[in-house]
């Protein structure tokens, strides 16, 4: 009887898993990212100390839409620059890395949300400079981000 009860006990603890929780500087607006995003091509963190990708990761399906929108707005402010100003491309080429490597630990939903950061990042990029210096963010954002 005592065995059995702690076979029990033990099954319920093996089988629950509590996910990390969500870092508050994941909910601040696009402002707060895009000051994060000029320290690339260093790792950019939010708040100091959340890679972008940890909240792609993290988020819950309606803390993930609100992130969506944060991180689409960015890379909508990035990309009205990035044609003529490489370190734009770049940042927002980190920024599609990141929320792609965060997106790839994740079933299902992140995906669209790195997809919709991915077409917010515009079609291909006329000026070579900034063309290399956004696959050169996306390279970073995917390591680091």
């Given at each position: 009887m005592?065995?059995?009860g702690?076979g ?16 508050a500087?994941?909910l601040?607006d696009?402002?707060?990212v895009?000051?994060?995003l000029?320290?690339a091509?260093?790792a950019v ?10 909240c792609?990761?993290?988020a819950g399906?309606?803390?993930l839409?609100a992130l969506?929108v944060?991180?689409t707005?960015a890379?909508?402010?990035l ?8 370190v734009?491309?770049l940042r ?7 929320v792609r490597?965060?997106?790839a630990?994740t079933?299902g ?6 997809r ?18 956004q696959?050169?963010?996306e ?5 680091t981000g």
């Amino acid at each position: 009887m005592i065995v059995a009860g702690l076979g029990c006990l033990l099954l319920v603890s093996c089988g629950a898993t509590t996910p990390a929780p969500l870092s508050a500087a994941c909910l601040g607006d696009s402002a707060d990212v895009l000051a994060a995003l000029q320290r690339a091509p260093q790792a950019v963190r939010l708040a100091g100390d959340t890679p972008i990708s940890q909240c792609v990761s993290r988020a819950g399906d309606a803390d993930l839409q609100a992130l969506g929108v944060t991180l689409t707005r960015a890379a909508d402010a990035l990309r009205a620059r990035s044609s003529s100003d490489p370190v734009a491309a770049l940042r927002l080429g980190y920024l599609v890395g990141a929320v792609r490597r965060g997106a790839a630990q994740t079933p299902g939903i992140a995906a669209q949300l790195a997809r919709r950061v991915q077409q917010a990042s515009g079609p291909v990029i006329e000026s070579e400079r900034s063309r290399d210096a956004q696959r050169r963010g996306e390279r970073l954002g995917e390591a680091t981000g």
